[in-house]
């Protein structure tokens, strides 16, 4: 899980000179007896962030209770970045790398291909937002490609926000509290370039069924997606193609099997669908393009 430090995430720790040798042996066999499967990575991960052997002490408790292992550290890693995690904020996903990896390609695509020579920076918005490492990740790829871009968050979780105001910072992103598109200012309509939205897909029936990392750590706001967990995909589709901009592009993470109705939403506002997966991170994200 270990990542180096980016621009938009928080420093990297430094293994503290005032930890004792042998810690090591010591913090896996806590851990191990807590139930923890990777003691040892999670071991080595505690004593380079922690920075006393106090602070060391109480990460171990706090991660032998249940917590997170990234609320624990207070980062998580996502696409190379440290991203920073609050307690009770819902951590990134691995699988949803493939979601940032998509939302790059296709704004690089349509930056090169369909935006006019001269144009303004590429608008990008972030639904759902949560720690902002979407946003993080796709601004960091379109930096490093010399892409002028301007980028705004929102989420109705104040905790969220709040947290991912400091993994944008570094990009100069505006985040925002409130219902989806409900805070966006109103000068974004039909202006945005790329909208992402990491919705909350998991079918309310389902959701006792989660690990319990999830299930009583990270609110359930960021899991629940409605009766067949599609409720907020369809609220952000049905509104997308008044603030994407022609030839624009949505994008949002579903599963395989809800990918086949996603779709249909997806249609039925306007866009025009394409279901790409990864099978390796079992990540499947659906990409709506507004008309040009």
């Given at each position: 899980m270990s990542a180096s430090a980016a621009p938009g995430s928080t420093p990297p720790p430094?293994?503290?000179?005032?930890?004792?040798?042998?810690?090591?042996?010591?913090?896996?066999?806590?851990?191990?007896?807590?139930?923890?499967?990777?003691?040892?990575?999670?071991?080595?991960?505690?004593?380079a962030t922690a920075r006393t052997p106090a602070e060391l002490d109480a990460m171990v408790a706090r991660r032998a209770a249940g917590l997170p292992l990234e609320h624990v550290l207070g980062w998580a890693e996502f696409c190379g970045l440290r991203i920073a995690v609050d307690p009770g904020v819902f951590v990134p996903r691995r699988r949803t790398e493939f979601l940032a990896s998509q939302a790059v390609a296709v704004t690089l695509a349509w930056v090169r291909e369909t935006a006019p020579?001269?144009?303004?920076?590429?608008?990008?918005?972030?639904?759902?937002?949560?720690?902002?490492?979407?946003?993080?990740?796709?601004a960091t790829a379109l930096r490093a490609e010399a892409v002028q871009f301007e980028l705004h968050a929102a989420d109705i979780d104040p905790a969220a926000a709040a947290c991912a105001r400091r993994n944008v910072a570094a990009f100069g992103g505006t985040v925002y509290v409130g219902d989806l598109y409900d805070p966006l200012p109103a000068r974004l309509s039909g202006h945005v370039g790329l909208l992402t939205a990491n919705v909350p897909y998991i079918p309310a029936g389902a959701i006792?069924?989660?690990?319990?990392?999830?299930?009583?750590?990270?609110?359930?706001?960021?899991?629940?997606?409605?009766?067949?967990?599609?409720?907020?995909?369809?609220?952000?589709?049905?509104?997308?193609?008044?603030?994407?901009?022609p030839g624009g592009h949505l994008l949002v993470e579903t599963s395989e099997?809800?990918?086949?109705?996603?779709?249909?939403?997806?249609?039925?506002?306007?866009?025009?669908?394409?279901?790409?997966?990864?099978?390796?991170?079992?990540?499947t994200v659906i990409i709506g393009t507004r008309p040009a």
């Open positions: 430094s293994p503290s000179e005032s930890l004792p040798p042998g810690r090591l042996a010591d913090v896996t066999g806590r851990l191990r007896a807590a139930g923890c499967v990777f003691a040892e990575d999670e071991a080595r991960l505690m004593l020579a001269g144009a303004d920076a590429v608008v990008l918005v972030d639904l759902c937002c949560g720690s902002g490492a979407v946003g993080a990740a796709v006792d069924t989660l690990p319990a990392e999830a299930r009583v750590h990270e609110p359930r706001v960021a899991l629940d997606g409605g009766a067949d967990g599609l409720d907020i995909l369809r609220r952000v589709v049905s509104a997308a193609p008044r603030w994407l901009a099997e809800q990918a086949p109705s996603a779709s249909q939403a997806f249609a039925k506002a306007g866009l025009i669908p394409r279901v790409t997966a990864s099978e390796e991170l079992d990540a």
